[in-house]
Structure formats: structure tokens, C-alpha cells
């Protein structure tokens, strides 16, 4: 083991919270969230972590079935909305709600493969990573999802590559590993999650990207629509535009 890692998670035991927190959105993903609960707990096990799953106010009883979990997998932890506030609120959410400085997060409908997580936070926490590596971003090479999902993913990652120039292959993927203290430097808005890797970069952080996997929905439906996700796309690029042309960078800083 990496004698840095090996540092921070005595640091971490030593001050009685967890090594990184793991936070996934969900919304009316009852018949998902059980299994995987389980699996990412399965896949982290030996390591001192918490499970954070934020409810956006799901009309199902996704929020009961988790809250019933806690009994038999003490380190989830289970926050919910009072009203819908979206995709990008609730990963928020979870990463206030978070007790680590590294945070991972995936989707609560079962597709990204909680088995990939390992592999994400050892790329950011690994040796000699750059001092500035702020977010490892997941990269979907072969999704599992229609035709027509697929080719609005890949519209929708094109445009945006055009115009950010963030060279991000596939932003809306879930699935990240990221340093806490840098994500909370973000400006907020609604589908921020969608352009992390540029936002990230517009503060002067590094990122990387990793392959992961990508599984069959098996219960219930997505929440978006290629249209939805386009007519979004349109005015959420306009405003990070805006937003990276604003800022003014002081060069890094020191404390006299």
C-alpha cells in the first residue's frame, strides 16, 4: 500500500470518520436500491467507508426499503428530500452530507457496477498522482443501453466537447471519485453534474478518466429523455460558457 494512503486512513481511523464516502442519487428506484446497497458494500468491504443515498423524494417506497437496510448495513446513511429538486441537488446533498475528503458517487439505478469503485479511488489517491488531480471520471466504452439512448449520449458528449473543450469523453457517466473540498469550490445549478470535468478545470484542477462498466437497467424506467436531456443541454452549456468566461483566477495563493 501506497505509504500516502496508508497515512490518510490512519488519519481518518484516528478521528473517527470514514476513508471516502460513496453517494448515489436515487428517485423512484425501489426495486434497484436494495441489490445495490449490498453490492457496493460487498465491493468495499474491509475498508472504513459510509454509504450515503439521498431519496429525491420518490413517489414509490424507495426511501422505506433503504431506511430498512440500515439495521443490517450500519454505515449507509439515508437522506431525504422534501420535494424534487432534481439529480445534481441530491448528489450535493450527499457530499454536504459527507464525513470524508474523497468522495464517490454513482447512480442509484443499478447500471454503473459498484465493482469499478476500487479501481476509481485508487487512480485518484494513487502514488505520484499530480498534486492538483482533483476528479477521476468515469468512462462508459461499452454501455448497455438502446440505440437511441446511446446515439443522444453521443450527440449530447460532442457538442459539449466542441464547445467547453473540456476533452471529456463521456461527462454524463456516474460514476467518479473526486476530492470533496474541490467539488464545493464549484459554482451550484441544476445538471451541474453533467459538466464536471469542465467546471473542474475552469477552477484549475486536473482531471483523468477511467473505463468502467456499464449493466442493463433491470427494474423501472430512466427519469430523462434525449429531448429533455437536448433542450437542457442548450441553456445548462450557455451558462457554463458564462461561467468560465467570468472567472478570474488569482494564480494560487499564499499565506503571508
Known amino acids: 500500500m501506497d505509504a500516502r494512503v496508508q497515512t490518510e486512513r490512519m488519519m481518518a481511523s484516528a478521528e473517527g470518520r470514514p476513508e471516502f464516502s460513496v453517494v448515489s442519487p436515487v428517485r423512484n428506484e425501489a426495486e434497484n436500491v436494495e441489490q445495490l446497497v449490498r453490492e457496493i458494500a460487498q465491493s468495499l468491504g474491509g475498508r472504513a467507508f459510509e454509504i450515503i443515498?439521498?431519496?429525491?423524494?420518490?413517489?414509490?417506497?424507495?426511501?422505506?426499503?433503504?431506511?430498512?437496510?440500515?439495521?443490517?448495513?450500519?454505515?449507509?446513511?439515508?437522506?431525504?428530500?422534501?420535494?424534487?429538486?432534481?439529480?445534481?441537488?441530491?448528489?450535493?446533498?450527499?457530499?454536504?452530507?459527507?464525513?470524508?475528503?474523497?468522495?464517490?458517487?454513482?447512480?442509484?439505478?443499478?447500471?454503473?457496477?459498484?465493482?469499478?469503485?476500487?479501481?476509481?479511488?485508487s487512480q485518484l489517491n494513487r502514488a505520484g498522482a499530480p498534486g492538483d488531480l482533483a476528479l477521476v471520471q468515469g468512462r462508459r466504452d461499452k454501455r448497455i443501453d438502446s440505440g437511441w439512448k446511446k446515439f443522444g449520449s453521443r450527440f449530447a458528449n460532442n457538442v459539449r466537447r466542441s464547445i467547453l473543450k473540456d476533452s471529456n469523453t463521456d461527462s454524463g457517466c456516474g460514476m467518479r471519485a473526486f476530492k470533496r473540498d474541490a467539488y464545493l469550490q464549484l459554482p451550484y445549478f441544476d445538471h451541474m453534474h453533467r459538466y464536471l470535468p469542465a467546471l473542474m478545470q475552469s477552477e484549475g484542477f486536473m482531471v483523468e478518466e477511467r473505463a468502467v462498466g456499464h449493466r442493463a437497467r433491470q427494474h423501472g424506467q430512466s427519469n430523462y429523455t434525449n429531448f429533455g436531456r437536448l433542450a437542457d443541454a442548450v441553456s445548462d452549456m450557455r451558462g457554463v460558457m458564462w461561467l468560465r468566461k467570468r472567472r478570474r483566477s488569482p494564480g494560487g495563493t499564499d499565506e503571508i
Open 53 to 121: 443515498f439521498v431519496d429525491d423524494s420518490s413517489q414509490d417506497d424507495t426511501r422505506a426499503r433503504l431506511f430498512a437496510l440500515k439495521e443490517k448495513i450500519p454505515n449507509l446513511r439515508v437522506i431525504g428530500h422534501r420535494k424534487n429538486a432534481g439529480q445534481s441537488r441530491a448528489v450535493r446533498t450527499g457530499v454536504l452530507a459527507a464525513r470524508s475528503d474523497i468522495v464517490l458517487t454513482l447512480d442509484g439505478d443499478g447500471q454503473n457496477d459498484p465493482a469499478d469503485l476500487p479501481a476509481l479511488l
